[in-house]
């Protein structure tokens, strides 16, 4: 009972954190491919599994928020809708392995893709196969297995409630899957430190894959979450938010290391576009001052004596060739014009 229990307390939790971490999601994976477009990258068979990852997670969600809605209503363990509830979580479990299992092999395809000693690529691979062999088993357990209460699906079955010997098998397969995210996070350290890069940047590019260790933390949260020793009912659906969680916390984790390239870019851009405006400030200043300068000299000349300046400059402007008569012509009119306030000899003295 304590789970119906929890999700007459719960299900606006389980709903809304599908829903934030599903747009969160959908957000994140775009972002990743228009960092690719933007950058004229090629795609990658890592993008390609976070997309089909990212596709399935989106189904699981709409099953698990639709079973919190149907489960909500329930009054017994016996009642249909709490067996419509079990039967939906039945199968987001399935899918859950396969997101997981996705997403590790698109952030190892792409250390693959991004590191060239062979040791690494040879690694990444083994880890790979390791991930797809842990989902392969857990999916032929879940699916070839079930266990209590998956069993009592079928007619003639006894009456469904959930028994902690059906944990165990979770709590097993939790424990490997955050062995192999740990994996994944601490192998590319060593390679990140071999770059020919500045320390800043190594400390940058090392934080920016660090960050999956949020999808470790909130695996042992959920994990934290179904461990009750020796009890046989408990609320099952505050693990149900932590799925949602940890599920969208590693797609959007697995995106993060395929930003840089567009974050640099757009750094750059801002720095460029700073330095333009730096330079034109100081420009503007500089003419500024060269102004304020001349326009000092100009008021210590005489008016008669500019006016002697500008036409001994019209009139040496007129002994030039044919060749440049119109231009010289030009630029004399303009020093007509400014007459007046000595443009002469602010040429000069400038």
Not at 177 to 192: K, N, R, T, Y
Not at 311 to 338: K, Q
């Amino acid at each position: 009972m304590e789970t119906i229990h929890g999700l007459n307390k719960n299900a606006a939790a389980i709903i809304g954190t599908g829903v934030a971490f599903t747009v969160l999601s959908v957000a994140a994976v775009g972002l990743r491919f228009v960092s690719k477009r933007m950058t004229r990258a090629a795609l990658g068979i890592d993008d390609w599994l976070l997309l089909a990852s990212l596709l399935i997670y989106f189904v699981a969600e709409v099953l698990v928020i639709e079973s919190d809605v149907i489960g909500r209503k329930a009054i017994s363990l016996e009642d249909d809708r709490y067996i419509t509830y079990q039967k939906y979580v039945y199968v987001y479990s399935i899918f859950y392995f396969v997101v997981i299992a996705l997403t590790q092999m698109s952030v190892l395809f792409f250390y693959r893709r991004i590191f060239l000693p062979s040791h690494m690529r040879y690694t990444s691979i083994a880890v790979v196969a390791i991930s797809g062999a842990v989902c392969l088993i857990s999916l032929i357990i879940e699916i070839g297995y079930p266990g209590h209460p998956i069993d009592s699906f079928f007619p003639g079955s006894p009456s469904v409630h959930w028994n902690i010997v059906y944990l165990p098998f979770w709590l097993a397969m939790g424990i490997i899957e955050g062995l192999i995210d740990v994996v994944i996070l601490v192998l590319p350290i060593h390679e990140l430190q071999k770059l020919n890069l500045s320390r800043e940047k190594k400390i940058y590019i090392s934080l920016i894959f660090m960050l999956g260790s949020f999808v470790v933390i909130t695996g042992i949260v959920r994990m934290g979450t179904l461990y009750r020793p020796g009890i046989e009912d408990f609320d099952l659906t505050v693990g149900d938010i932590w799925l949602n969680v940890h599920l969208g916390t590693a797609i959007i984790s697995a995106c993060l290391p395929a930003y840089r390239p567009l974050v640099s870019r757009r750094f750059r851009s801002a720095h460029n576009t700073y330095q333009s405006d730096d330079t034109h400030t100081l420009t503007a200043e500089k003419w500024k001052m060269r102004g304020s300068r001349s326009r000092q000299v100009v008021e210590e000349i005489p008016m008669d004596q500019r006016l002697e300046h500008q036409g001994s400059f019209v009139n040496a402007r007129r002994s030039e060739s044919n060749d440049t008569t119109t231009r010289a012509l030009d630029e004399d009119g303009a020093i007509r014009a400014g007459a007046a306030i000595g443009v002469k000899k602010t040429i000069e003295v400038v």
